[in-house]
T-cell receptor, first 114, second 111 residues
Framework: KAGVTQTPRYLIKTRGQQVTLSCSPISGHRSVSWYQQTPGQGLQFLFEYFSETQRNKGNFPGRFSGRQFSNSRSEMNVSTLELGDSALYLC?????????????FGPGTRLTVL | TQLLEQSPQFLSIQEGENLTVYCNSSSVFSSLQWYRQEPGEGPVLLVTVVTGGEVKKLKRLTFQFGDARKDSSLHITAAQPGDTGLYLCAGPKSSGDKLTFGTGTRLAVRP
């Protein structure tokens, strides 16, 4: 079974631009979560989608948004990029019905904002 | 405020040594997970502990969940260079809740 895939793997943007990241979960997984990982703040939860509906949201500004499609693929968008948005963005999926919210992560998208 | 504090933050040891990583919180977690992340990759789930006092072994790795479900530890016996990576604990406060990740422990095992 193929793992979680994320595209692109690397991105360089400038302040004020917007960016869209893509994630394809493991086949059969309907829940997709997004995380931001930085050296200073560690791994922080952005949001979770299940069956095209946002189920949970972390403490990030409204510039961070996401959506999920009927095939469970998900996209994350960041508008009006700031230097502090430079980070590794990780997508994870989990088995439907898993009681412990165990996450299967993709390799991440490394975003650099100049 | 970080809900899950890990210690030590960094650890550099020689191959063959033993080590323990701690994950502590003032909050109760319904379960705790341990992940390992290698450079350029996403975290990979190692184990989930569910019951207070539970001990799980994965080859040379031993995981323990505290009796009060507020802390956990990871012990590695005879560390190998392949154990190098960032170790993260994580847990949901309640079933179905989002995961809170620990601050991380970066381990380097020198050959």
């Amino acid at each position: 079974k193929a793992g979680v895939t994320q595209t692109p793997r690397y991105l360089i943007k400038t302040r004020g631009q917007q960016v869209t990241l893509s994630c394809s979960p493991i086949s059969g997984h309907r829940s997709v979560s997004w995380y931001q990982q930085t050296p200073g703040q560690g791994l922080q939860f952005l949001f979770e989608y299940f069956s095209e509906t946002q189920r949970n949201k972390g403490n990030f500004p409204g510039r961070f948004s996401g959506r999920q499609f009927s095939n469970s693929r998900s996209e994350m968008n960041v508008s009006t990029l700031e230097l502090g948005d430079s980070a590794l963005y990780l997508c994870a999926s989990r088995r439907t019905g898993s009681p412990y919210n165990e996450q299967f992560f993709g390799p991440g998208t490394r975003l650099t904002v100049l | 405020t970080q809900l899950l504090e890990q210690s030590p933050q960094f650890l550099s040891i020689q191959e063959g040594e033993n080590l323990t990583v701690y994950c502590n919180s003032s909050s109760v977690f319904s379960s705790l997970q341990w992940y390992r992340q290698e450079p350029g990759e996403g975290p990979v789930l190692l184990v989930t502990v569910v019951t207070g006092g539970e001990v799980k072994k994965l080859k040379r790795l031993t995981f323990q969940f505290g009796d009060a479900r507020k802390d956990s530890s990871l012990h590695i016996t005879a560390a190998q260079p392949g154990d190098t990576g960032l170790y993260l604990c994580a847990g949901p406060k309640s079933s179905g809740d989002k995961l809170t990740f620990g601050t991380g422990t970066r381990l380097a095992v020198r050959p």
